[in-house]
Every structure is written in C-alpha cells, then in structure tokens.
C-alpha cells in the first residue's frame, strides 16, 4: 500500500469524501463514537468498545498508529482483522482507489485505511463502530463519518506543526468531529481548550456532557493490579468498579467511556452494575503503562508529548513506588524533546537514551547530549539500539539488588512502546 508516509497531513476531506460516495457511503451504515484528543483516545476507544461489547453489541474498533500490527487498528468483536481479511478489504477497495487516484486526488495512507474500517465494518455488519482520529478532527479523515457522540479526550500541545500554535487553536480543530444533534463528552480542560470545544457544541446545537460536572470520578483509591473506582455517570452511580489500569489519567478515561456509552443507550435508566464491572475488569490497553515484566518491573508507555509524560509519570509514581526508576527512552525528532525530558528528570533516576525503528527517531546521541544537559553526564547511558537499550536499562535496575524496589520505564513514542513489547514478547496487541 505504497500511499506517502503516515504524518503527511492535508487539510482537506475532499478525496476521502469522494471515495466514500462511490462506496456507497459504508461509514452511514451504523451509529459511531468518534473520539478526539491529544491523549486517551486510544485506551477510550478501547473502554467504550469494551462497554459495548459487554452489552452484546457486535462492535468494530478504528485505532491508530498501531504498536506492531497494522491489522491492530481495525478489529471486529476485539480482535484484529485476520491477514487474509485484511488484504480482501483492501482488494474489494483498490478499484475504487484507483478511480479517485485518476482524478488527481491521490488518497494518502491514513486516508485509505479509514476506508478500508468503514468498509470492514459494514460488510461485517458491526451494531456499532467506535472510530478514533488519527490527528485533528475537522480535516481528519474519520471526520466523513458523523459520530452520533463525540468523545474529546484531554487536550494539550501536540502536532503543533498541523494543528495550531496553542492549546485553543488545537481545541478548535479536534471540535471538527462535534456534530449537529449529538452528544459531545468532554474530558476535563484546559479552560481555553474547554470554552472552545463548549462553544462548538452551542453553535451546533450537541448536547454537553462534562467530565467534572455532568459525569466524573467521585472517588478512586488503589487496587492489586489496577485502581478501585466510583463513577459518576449521566444516568446513574457506579459503585466499587475495577479498573485494571494504573493513574488519575485512566480512570478518567474510564468516566469518559461510560458516558459515551449511556449517551448512546436508549432511556433513561442506568447501566448495570454488574455488566459496568465485568466489562471495565475486561479492559486492556497494549502499550499504556503496561507489565511486560517482573524481577525486575519493565513497564512499557506509549506517552509522546508532555501532557501525556506527566499523566504516565504521576501514574508510575502513585501505583508503583519503586525505590528507583531508570528510563529507557527513544522519541522522535519533530517532538517537544526538551520539555519532556525536563518532566522526567526528577523522576528518574538514570536515563538509557536510543532509537526506536521510525526514521523520525531522534538519533541517540542528539537526544544523549540534549538529557546530558538536564540530567547532568552521569545520569544518562547512551545505546544505539533498543535491545541494546533495554539490557542496560535491566542490568542498572538489577545492580540495585533485588529487594530495592527499582523498576524500568520504556517511553518516548507509540513506536518504542511497540518496539518494545515485541523485542519483550509481549504478544500481539489485540
């Protein structure tokens, strides 16, 4: 599927718009949740479709990037489309492509795989599709679709090249997905973030669901595995709900999902507890502060921008407490390299720097001297690969002995993360 790299974003609908109509418009086939943001979206595409299966709703899941797989970021009743799948949607589409392409409207990468999820998804059929942009939302290929709820996750400064210089003028284009007559959830703000995404859904007449005020976590504590939740939700309280995820960031999430999905269902009545319950124990999100080992702890993150370094390190701090925390890092070049660097130095104790397999990766030795001048010289170990990055990260964790508590952090990018899980054999993400 040779299309232009990934992150050539163009803002424009036109050529996914067309393509559409000469499907025969699959993406109106079935009610969406659309979810924007600059942080969560992935791990609340993944609680909202976990609800909705629960519910014994057939549901298809719209993801990316992906961690190893492409076929991760369209799955079907939670698991990814099979190999041979894959290529069958891509077949039953490349005619069409081909139409759109000959009119000089070359469909990019990302174009053609939201395509290639509208298509799935109908043909299956799903009873529901949770859809998750790629970046934006107004000029996001995903945006052809109109979400009956639009979930906004956390906003904050990402993307900045495409999106917009502040958090306001981000807010305005991931408001894009809010459409006339649908619910908008809202995670909690920044308040020029949160008059921007309020005023949208004014203009367009959605009903607002805020996370703080109509819905919200009334009470979290920690738990073996995970946090121990009370939820706030539009139609009801839900009480003693474990959530087998770690931080504040996720148990928002987690209030976030369960609003989208009353939202979505008919009446006014409440959820049921029990499903609620078996269906947030069910929840997994590959690749977000995630144990992929034990003795010593690896914990694998996909965090990439500040906003999201500081919601993972809080959370590393809160749920593990370990005597000593080394990083092990690879980011991409065109990141806020230095701002999150500066998050983790008063969390970490030692810093591995590397590369992950993007060519956008940042080189080890530009990010070497660049933690060099936050962390001081000491601090920092310098490896040209992730394996290589990896050992030296375990082998510092283990000199602390094996009653010191020292756990290894693996951030920087969804990339690393995905790097990671496969050189630690994580499995598939699913």
Request: contains cysteine; charged residues 25%; aromatic residues 4%.
């Amino acid at each position: 599927m040779e299309r232009g790299v990934e992150w050539n974003f163009e803002p424009t609908l036109d050529r996914i718009a067309a393509l559409m109509d000469v499907l025969g418009s699959p993406q109106d086939a079935y009610p969406i949740v659309h979810v924007a943001g600059t942080n969560g979206k992935s791990s609340t595409t993944r609680m909202i479709e976990t609800l909705l299966r629960e519910r014994n709703l057939r549901v298809g899941r719209f993801t990316s990037p992906h961690l190893v797989s492409m076929r991760e970021r369209i799955s079907i009743d939670g698991v990814p489309l099979s190999e041979e799948r894959f290529t069958e949607v891509y077949l039953d589409i490349e005619p069409y492509l081909k139409m759109i392409d000959d009119q000089g409207r070359r469909l990019s990468f990302f174009e053609t795989l939201t395509a290639m999820a509208f298509a799935a998804f109908a043909d299956a059929p799903v009873d529901v599709a949770v859809i998750e942009t790629g970046m934006g939302g107004s000029f996001d290929a995903t945006n052809v679709a109109d979400g009956t709820v639009a979930v906004i996750t956390p906003i904050s400064l990402d993307h900045m090249d495409y999106l917009g210089p502040d958090v306001a003028t981000i807010a305005g284009e991931k408001a894009g997905i809010i459409k006339p007559g649908a619910t908008a959830v809202l995670a909690q703000q920044q308040l020029p973030a949160a008059e921007v995404l309020v005023r949208r859904a004014v203009e367009t007449g959605a009903t607002v669901a805020r996370e703080g005020l109509e819905f919200g976590v009334l009470s979290r504590e920690l738990a073996v595995g995970g946090q121990l939740l009370s939820l706030k939700g539009l139609k009801g309280v839900y009480e003693e709900v474990l959530l087998p995820l770690y931080g504040a960031h996720q148990a928002g999430n987690a209030a976030c999902a369960l609003a989208a999905v009353e939202a979505l269902t008919a009446g006014e009545e409440p959820l049921g507890i029990d499903l609620v319950r078996q269906a947030f124990l069910n929840v997994t999100s590959p690749g977000r502060l995630e144990v992929v080992r034990r003795g010593p702890t690896v914990l694998v993150d996909a965090a990439h921008n500040p906003g999201g370094v500081q919601a993972t390190l809080e959370a590393v701090h809160e749920s593990f407490g370990f005597g000593k925390l080394i990083g092990v890092v690879a980011m991409f070049a065109d990141k806020d390299v230095q701002g999150i660097l500066e998050l983790m130095e008063p969390m970490m104790d030692e810093i591995v720097v590397t590369r992950n397999s993007s060519p956008r990766s940042m080189e080890p030795d530009r990010l070497a001297a660049l933690a060099g001048e936050i962390f001081g010289p000491d601090r920092v170990r310098l490896a040209e690969r992730l394996d290589e990055a990896i050992d030296v990260g375990i082998g510092l964790a283990d000199e602390e002995g094996e009653h010191s508590g020292a756990g290894v952090l693996i951030i920087g990018s969804v990339v690393t993360a995905g790097d990671a899980r496969l050189l630690l054999k994580a499995g598939e993400a699913t």
